[in-house]
Nanobody, 122 residues
Framework: QVQLVESGGGLVQAGGSLRLSCAAS????????MGWYRQAPGKQRELVAQ???????KYAESVKGRFTISRDNTKNTVYLQMNSLKPEDTAVYYC????????????????WGKGTLVTVSS
């Protein structure tokens, strides 16, 4: 099982910056991809950024050039540096990870964090 603990959300003015962190802990063979999703009120949850276990990244078009995802494999932690924030970035941000577990074989399971609120004021 994997537990995800997110931190770093808060209130910021437009143009400001925030850094989100998500640490994975528990019993697993490996942590594979890690990523951030967000869900604004009345909207569907969407991918913000994703990073593979070897550092390959993927971003939503709306955040390219402003957000940077990174990870520290020694700490099983993923970060999201958010710069030039806009009011439309306001949402609950969720960490997601794919972990390989061992139990009668190897199998992958997705886990979600509880979310952290980011509010960008205009």
């Amino acid at each position: 099982q994997v537990q995800l603990v997110e931190s770093g959300g808060g209130l910021v003015q437009a143009g400001g910056s925030l850094r989100l962190s998500c640490a994975a802990s528990g019993s697993f063979f490996s942590i594979n991809s890690m990523g951030w999703y967000r869900q604004a009120p009345g909207k569907q949850r969407e991918l913000v950024a994703q990073i593979s276990d070897v550092g390959r990244t993927k971003y939503a078009e709306s955040v390219k050039g402003r957000f940077t995802i990174s990870r520290d494999n020694t700490k099983n932690t993923v970060y999201l540096q958010m710069n030039s924030l806009k009011p439309e970035d306001t949402a609950v941000y969720y960490c997601k990870t794919s972990a390989t577990l061992v139990g009668g074989g190897y199998y992958a399971v997705d886990y979600w964090g509880k979310g952290t609120l980011v509010t960008v004021s205009s």
